[in-house]
């Protein structure tokens, strides 16, 4: 092959296969950043206290509380975050950070257990949103047990249902349901 053969030729066909390729992972990019948003105006309309219905943890049945807030999210930092907060006023009370990076969404998990599992969100249906585990911040073993997914399943306006997937020596272990309604306060 000839130099002037590949300068004409072959090199005006990789530019182009590279421009497709490009324009291809941009609106990939974007599209994954219209779900972000879109996700996360979602986790913004949950905004208030939220009560257990039912539910299980760690394998455990979990009672029905309609008389104290068992979740509640609020939107924070000029709307650019919202706070999840599970177990409200209980001493295993845990936070949680849902945020937009470069248009995904995140959420960082501040666990009771001490951890902090950094995940993001996947693509999931119309009426969930499920997040794949990126990361576990303070978590000397692997083998420790941690939230290793979760999804927020909307059932209405004001009926949700929280999943926690849960890692125990490096497998999947008996993880956490939780169905709440959004109530007038009693």
């Known amino acids: 092959m000839t130099h002037t053969y590949f300068a004409a030729v072959v090199l005006p066909i990789l530019f182009l296969l590279t421009g497709c390729s490009t324009s291809q992972q941009h609106d990939g990019m974007h599209s994954d950043r219209?779900?972000?948003?879109?996700?996360?105006?979602?986790?913004?309309?949950?905004?208030g206290d939220?009560?257990?219905?039912?539910?299980?943890?760690l394998g455990k049945q979990l009672e029905a509380d309609p008389d104290e807030p068992f979740l509640s999210y609020s939107v924070s930092s000029g709307g650019h975050s919202v706070i999840?907060?599970?177990?409200?006023?209980?001493?295993?009370?845990?936070?949680?950070?849902?945020?937009?990076?470069?248009?995904?969404?995140?959420?960082?998990?501040y666990c009771?257990?001490?951890n902090q599992p950094r995940m993001v969100a996947i693509a999931g249906s119309e009426d969930e949103i499920p997040f794949r585990l990126i990361t576990v911040g303070n978590m000397a073993d692997p083998d420790e047990l941690h939230i290793s997914s979760h999804a927020l399943e909307f059932k209405g306006p004001d009926e949700l249902t929280a999943h926690?997937?849960?890692?125990?020596?490096?497998?999947?272990?008996?993880?956490?349901?939780?169905?709440?309604?959004?109530?007038?306060?009693p």
């Open 34 to 47: 219209v779900t972000g948003e879109a996700d996360f105006e979602r986790v913004k309309s949950l905004s």
């Open 50 to 57: 939220w009560y257990l219905v039912g539910g299980m943890r």
């Open 84 to 109: 999840e907060k599970l177990f409200v006023g209980k001493p295993n009370e845990m936070t949680s950070i849902y945020y937009l990076d470069s248009g995904r969404l995140m959420m960082d998990h």
């Open 112 to 114: 009771s257990l001490g």
């Open 164 to 185: 926690w997937g849960a890692t125990r020596d490096r497998g999947a272990v008996s993880g956490s349901i939780y169905e709440v309604k959004r109530m007038e306060t």
